[in-house]
Each structure stands twice: as C-alpha cells, then as structure tokens.
C-alpha cells in the first residue's frame, strides 16, 4: 500500500509560483508512473501533468503546459510540480496520483493539498 502526502500548496497572487511535492512511502518509487490532478470547487477533477517511470516523459494538460513543471526525485521518493505564472482560475485542491501499469486507472492517491490564487 503506497501512501501519499502532498505538501506545498498555500496562497499566491496571480503571476506567483508555487512548487508542490509528493512525497511516497513506497521504497520502490521508481517503478511507479506519477500523476498531479487537480479539483476545483463546483467541478470534476481534472488532470495537470504525468511523468513516466522510466523514461521520465512528461505530458501536460493544455491549460497548464508551459507554466507547470513535474518532475521527480527517486531518491527522495518524491514527485514535484512547480506552478509559475498562476492565474486565479489555478484554484483548486492539488492531489498526486500513483500506479504502476500505464493504461490502468491510478491506485493510490494523496489527500490533496490547497492552492488559491487571488486576483
């Protein structure tokens, strides 16, 4: 069982930056493909960004590529995303994601962490 804690999140103003991390219990980290998804209040939740477990390929949602970042650190056990140019509409609790099979749903999942972006 591969428990999940998200840190990081807080209040910005818009054009600030924030970096959220994950960090996993998991001593076999690597292995697992790393997701951020998002939720704001009212709405679905949506995806931010994934990062491969080998390759470390990345793939972003269009409404954040160019101004978010993941990234990871296995020997850390951590997953990163780094939030530049936040806008108001960022707004939303931060939860990351793990599994281990690509094409499966996500196993686990952190608690989420919150992130508002004033205006």
């Known amino acids: 069982q591969v428990q999940l804690v998200e840190s990081g999140g807080g209040l910005v103003q818009t054009g600030g930056s924030l970096r959220l991390s994950c960090a996993a219990s998991?001593?076999?980290?690597?292995?697992?493909?790393m997701a951020w998804f998002r939720q704001a209040p009212g709405k679905e939740r949506e995806f931010v960004a994934r990062?491969?477990?080998?390759?470390?390929?990345?793939i972003y949602a269009d409404s954040v590529k160019g101004r978010f970042t993941i990234s990871r650190e296995n020997a850390k056990n951590t997953v990163y995303l780094q939030m530049n140019s936040l806008k108001p509409e960022d707004t939303a609790v931060y939860s990351c994601?793990?599994?281990?099979?690509?094409?499966?749903?996500?196993?686990?999942w952190g608690q989420g962490t919150q992130v508002t972006v004033s205006s």
């Open positions: 998991e001593r076999t980290f690597s292995i697992y493909h």
């Open positions: 990062i491969h477990s080998g390759t470390g390929i990345t």
């Open positions: 994601a793990a599994k281990v099979t690509l094409g499966e749903p996500y196993s686990y």
